[in-house]
């Protein structure tokens, strides 16, 4: 069986985002961009499960600008086994994504897609979702545990004060969560064979979609400033504050 792993290229998550003087965005120049984590947890689920001989082939995918090469070296380094890379150097929308992936899937016929449940620059969580209603396929979103069993997988879901567990008939789409996995540091040996593993470039138009966006960002804004806190004597001091600024 094969898997189909998209990833995306983000600002790396321990950068400290800077908002744009003029509030149309956040500023990536010089910025450290790395794979977004939920789907670097999805490529290192696939490279398991193909250990444990349950697919045979990762094909990790991309849509975004030349140097979203380097997030699927990334992939391949990890055990992806080829990749496309699908060039738009503009912001896209989930939904030009999803259609993509739908475009992909169609031609490469994989048994299951595993996603990242969210792309932390934009905190979306809707590629995946889109994608299995495109295709009409099962979902089982926000995975922290996989098994597939021949024609089915289960997979365990994080939910309030507990666990549930879904089971989807393949082909089907799955999202990862935080605890699905740790994933590995790729050896240089790895990364080295990674240069030589083939990266199948293509356009949005080769599939048909329209990447126009359908929303227009009004405005982006940094949080407030945290004020410094101050020291109190005692409880009942606290307790005064508290009142007196109308906390309490
Ligand atoms: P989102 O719905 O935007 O939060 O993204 C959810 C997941 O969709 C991500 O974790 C990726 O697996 C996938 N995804 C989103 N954007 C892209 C992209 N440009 N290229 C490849 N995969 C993407």
Same mark, same amino acid.
């Given at each position: 069986?094969?898997?189909?792993?998209?990833?995306?290229r983000?600002?790396?998550?321990?950068?400290?985002?800077?908002?744009?003087?003029?509030?149309?965005?956040?500023?990536?120049?010089?910025?450290?961009?790395?794979?977004?984590?939920?789907?670097?947890? $999805?490529?290192?689920? +696939?490279?398991? =499960?193909?250990?444990?001989?349950?697919?045979? %082939? @990762?094909v *990790?995918?991309?849509?975004?600008?030349?140097?979203?090469?380097?997030?699927?070296?990334?992939a391949?380094?990890?055990?992806a086994?080829?990749?496309?890379?699908?060039?738009?150097?503009?912001?896209l929308?989930?939904?030009?994504v999803?259609?993509?992936?739908?475009?992909?899937?169609?031609?490469?016929?994989?048994?299951?897609?595993?996603?990242?449940?969210?792309?932390?620059?934009d905190?979306?969580n809707?590629?995946?979702?889109?994608? $299995?209603?495109?295709? +009409?396929?099962? =979902?089982?979103t926000?995975?922290?545990?996989? %098994? @597939?069993? *021949?024609?089915?997988?289960?997979?365990?879901?994080?939910?309030?004060?507990?666990?549930?567990?879904?089971?989807?008939?393949?082909?089907?789409?799955?999202?990862?969560?935080?605890?699905?996995?740790?994933?590995?540091y790729?050896?240089l040996?790895?990364?080295?064979?990674?240069?030589?593993?083939?990266?199948?470039?293509?356009?949005?138009?080769?599939y048909?979609?329209?990447?126009?966006?359908?929303l227009?960002?009004?405005?982006?804004? $940094?949080?407030?400033?945290?004020?410094?806190?101050?020291?109190?004597?005692?409880?009942? %001091?606290?307790? *005064?504050?508290?009142?007196?600024?109308?906390?309490?």
């Open positions: 069986m094969k898997v189909l792993v998209p990833v995306k983000v600002i790396d998550f321990n950068v400290a985002v800077r908002v744009k003087a003029d509030r149309t965005g956040v500023d990536l120049a010089n910025v450290k961009m790395s794979i977004n984590p939920f789907d670097e947890i $999805a490529v290192e689920e +696939a490279v398991r =499960q193909k250990e444990k001989g349950k697919i045979s %082939e @990762i *990790a995918v991309t849509i975004g600008p030349a140097a979203a090469q380097e997030t699927l070296r990334t391949l380094a990890m055990g086994d080829r990749a496309i890379l699908v060039r738009h150097d503009a912001e929308e989930p939904l030009a999803a259609k993509t992936l739908k475009a992909i899937c169609d031609q490469e016929q994989p048994g299951l897609v595993i996603l990242g449940k969210q792309a932390i620059d905190d979306c809707q590629v995946g979702q889109m994608l $299995a209603a495109l295709l +009409a396929w099962p =979902q089982g926000f995975a922290a545990q996989l %098994e @597939i069993q *021949a024609d089915r997988a289960q997979v365990t879901r994080e939910v309030d004060g507990g666990l549930q567990t879904v089971e989807v008939k393949l082909p089907a789409v799955v999202t990862t969560d935080l605890r699905l996995n740790e994933p590995r790729a050896s040996p790895n990364i080295m064979k990674a240069r030589k593993k083939p990266i199948q470039e293509k356009t949005m138009s080769d048909g979609v329209d990447p126009a966006p359908r227009k960002v009004l405005e982006v804004t $940094a949080p407030e400033k945290r004020r410094s806190g101050a020291r109190v004597g005692s409880a009942a %001091e606290l307790v *005064a504050k508290l009142k007196d600024r109308g906390v309490i």
